[in-house]
């Protein structure tokens, strides 16, 4: 019988993140049960001030998850019915599915087989590639993701936008607090949509998620869509949706805001401990593209040929890992062949969604968990011999 180690090491770990701070979340949820006021309000208004600040912009609008965010912020940037907009498919399925909730077409290219971020030539290809296909729609905005904790190429992507006159939504789920030349990711773009899901790297203990941006009309058109067009109480200027970022999820991330620096340093310590004892096996390691700070939301290898018995090997030693995504967005089933793709195809996302995966990481990982981990690694290597193929 496969039996599985009492004591898995878990790849992400929200309940670890609630009871490592319990005393201060359970105050500030009983806060918020005492108040009388459950909808937006005072709890809501702050952790969005907050959490602007952390991110180094001048204003936040709290939605109810990270796919309303991405809608969100189509929307205030005019995206509609006839508009394309251009994304990665190695993503999760929410940023292609915003784009198609607001009635737009998503053009899915490539991916760096480096950063796993947008490749800004097939970017650059697929703009041509709408404007001379008009048929194809009015190409509108650009959302590249932050995949992983790696920031994409934001000056090179800022330049083409700007060229050519489109938005662009930066889909920071997976990259709270990273950062590029210095400067925070989420800073980049006309906007930037956040997924506060309890295993991102900032995460409320159920649903949320944030809209952030510099521009005063964008954040105050953004903040009358989230609830119904209202401007004025029971009063539509626009239609709109009903998306409140929930005041108890506002208190827990207030709290937990407070410790993502020391949470991504933590990461960060994490990932190096990995590098440097992966450093002989023949895997792919995460690489770092351009002046980044990279806040590992995921410790990605890519394992030719063997993942799955890698995986596999890994499950039964008790080691918890995760495929994120085990199949890109186009070859899904609501996608395959009715989404277009870039003119070269998208070979890199398709390679990697056969060899990726993700390791254990999260502020909770206690040493000996990242012990057991890389000796586990390192013994199915020595028993899987050395005639595993390299990656390229
Ligand atoms: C890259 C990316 N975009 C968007 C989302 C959507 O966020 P949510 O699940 O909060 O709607 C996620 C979360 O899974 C994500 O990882």
Redesign the pocket.
């Known amino acids: 019988m496969n039996m599985k180690p009492k004591n898995t090491v878990m790849q992400a770990n929200p309940k670890a993140g609630y009871l490592a701070h319990k005393a201060e979340i359970d105050a500030a949820i009983k806060n918020v049960l005492e108040s009388g006021y459950y909808i937006l309000g005072q709890e809501v208004e702050a952790f969005e001030r907050e959490f602007a600040t952390f991110i180094g912009v001048d204003h936040g609008i709290g939605v109810a998850?990270?796919?309303?965010?991405?809608e969100v912020a189509l929307r205030v940037c005019g995206v509609g019915a006839g508009d394309v907009v251009i994304t990665v498919s190695h993503?999760?399925v929410?940023?292609v599915a915003?784009i198609e909730l607001v009635g737009a077409m998503p053009l899915l290219v490539d991916v760096d087989s480096v950063s796993y971020t947008m490749d800004v030539d097939c970017l650059e290809e697929a703009i041509l590639q709408v404007q001379q296909n008009p048929s194809m729609g009015q190409l509108k905005a650009i959302i590249p993701?932050h995949?992983y904790g790696h920031p994409a190429n934001m000056p090179a992507i800022m330049e083409l936008a700007e060229r050519h006159g489109l938005s662009v939504i930066e889909?920071c789920?997976?990259a709270h607090g990273a950062k590029l030349n210095n400067r925070k990711i989420g800073t980049w773009g006309h906007l930037a949509?956040f997924?506060?899901?309890p295993t991102?790297n900032l995460g409320a203990l159920g649903?949320?998620?944030i809209v952030v941006t510099n521009d005063a009309r964008l954040a105050e058109e953004a903040s009358i869509y989230r609830q119904y067009g209202w401007r004025q109480r029971f009063i539509s200027d626009v239609p709109g949706m009903n998306s409140r970022l929930d005041p108890i999820q506002a208190a827990i991330l207030r709290v937990k805001l407070r410790y993502l620096d020391q949470d991504n340093a933590y990461r960060q310590h994490v990932a190096a401990k990995y590098n440097s004892s992966f450093q002989e096996l023949p895997l792919q390691l995460p690489q770092l593209k351009g002046d980044v700070n990279h806040v590992y939301h995921q410790y990605v290898v890519r394992s030719c040929d063997e993942r799955d018995r890698l995986k596999e090997f890994l499950t039964a030693q008790g080691i918890g890992t995760s495929i994120q995504y085990p199949v890109p967005v186009h070859l899904q089933p609501a996608y395959h062949s009715r989404v277009p793709l870039g003119l070269r195809r998208l070979p890199v996302t398709e390679q990697l969604c056969q060899e990726i995966l993700s390791m254990p990481i999260h502020p909770h990982l206690s040493e000996e968990e990242v012990e057991r981990t890389t000796s586990a690694m390192v013994t199915w290597y020595q028993q899987a011999g050395t005639n595993l193929p390299q990656i390229a």
């Not at 998850?65 to 991405?70: F, I, K, Q, S």
């Open positions: 998850n990270g796919t309303d965010a991405l993503t999760a929410a940023t915003a993701v995949l889909d789920a997976q949509a997924s506060l899901y991102k649903d949320a998620g």
